[in-house]
């Protein structure tokens, strides 16, 4: 399973925003692009052409990077969600919501989508009953997905739950906070899809 490895805090400087890539630590003073709002690198303070191409580009790095998408799978995303009927950006942000990890993580049961990540490929939840293992599955209407037996009461996940009690759940999930269990009722419309992402720069990007 590839996966990046390097140092998040890089990637929310590279963005000149936050990602919120490490959770609780983003809300914090130990924030990285509070401490240096600037690239990384040796020219991160030097001055940046802005062309069309590069504000196109980094309005991709940035939606690839918050969903903890490699380049690749991105790419295949954005394939299928041009083949599908409808509006393609609003297609890829649908595909990338639909992610097993990220509806763990919209469920508030991980603090991130990286710890999200993880604990699905250590086989903590089911779907419908069924052992997933794959942060990349993909979710549909009707789905239910719950913790193993085992799991119920793991630290990481309570502490997540405790932080973000005061968080709203998206109006397409139905969490069951007492007994962990997370229903999709349907899937997302642009509307209920907070990513601060524009999409279309995604679509003109790829259509060259």
């Known amino acids: 399973m590839a996966r990046y490895t390097g140092a998040v805090c890089k990637l929310c400087r590279r963005e000149r925003t936050k990602l919120f890539l490490k959770g609780a630590r983003c809300e914090s003073s130990k ?21 069309q191409y590069l504000i196109q580009l980094r309005e991709k790095q940035r939606a690839r990077r918050i969903y903890g998408v490699l380049e690749r799978q991105f790419r295949n995303y954005y394939k299928e969600a041009a083949r ?20 763990v993580y919209r469920a508030s049961f991980a603090e991130s989508r990286a710890q999200a990540r993880q604990l699905v490929s250590h086989a903590h939840f089911r779907v419908n009953g069924k052992r997933v293992d794959v942060p990349s599955y993909r979710v549909r209407k009707g789905d239910e997905i719950t913790l193993r037996d085992r799991s119920k009461e793991l630290i990481v996940i309570q502490h997540a739950l405790d932080i973000s009690s005061e968080r709203a759940n998206p109006e397409w999930l139905d969490v069951n906070r007492g007994e962990k269990k997370i229903t999709v009722v349907d899937l997302p419309n642009r509307a209920q899809i907070d990513t601060q992402v524009q999409e279309q720069l995604i679509v003109e990007l790829y259509s060259k």
């Open 84 to 103: 599908q009927r409808g509006i393609t950006g609003e297609n890829l942000l649908r595909i990338l919501e639909s992610r097993l990890d990220n509806v």
């Open 31 to 51: 924030c990285a692009v509070d401490r240096k709002p600037y690239p990384p690198g040796e020219h991160g303070r030097g001055r940046i052409r802005e062309t």
